[in-house]
């Protein structure tokens, strides 16, 4: 029979290897997680400066876009003024057809296919036409 004093060394040496083998794992995993954190925090910030700058060449689009389509009415109701002062009715029928077509079409016509927009804005060699 055994002696417990004599299993006693031998059961706390295994205790003790258990403790060490558990912590040097937890530690492995610990490093390996944190790492995983640290590449998530790095895609987490790409992501958000590829939307920032997308959202930002958006935006400027809308602003050229509108711009245009503003200066396009100013300019043709300056010959619909221009037309009615001088008599010229032809002049004032084709700027009230242009001023009518402008209206009709919308600056998001060139967007509604949000694949191609997504696609022109990965695209670093994509040229924007105004």
Known sequence: ?????????????????QIVSGYTEYKI???QEQ?????????????????NAQRDVLMA????SFNERAENFRAL??????????GNNEQLALALNSITEIAKSSPFKDIANLASVKAALN???????F
């Not at 695209?123 to 036409?129: A, G, K, L, Q």
Request: glycine share 2%.
């Open 123 to 129: 695209d670093p060699n994509h040229e924007w036409s």
């Open 29 to 31: 995993i610990a490093e």
């Open 35 to 51: 790492t995983k954190r640290c590449e998530i925090e790095a895609w987490e910030k790409e992501t958000i400066a590829n939307i």
């Open 61 to 64: 689009y809308l602003d050229r």
């Open 77 to 86: 109701f300056g010959v619909v003024d221009l037309a009615i002062t001088t």
């Open 1 to 17: 029979m055994l002696n417990p004093s004599e299993c006693l060394p031998q059961i706390v040496s295994e205790c003790l290897q």
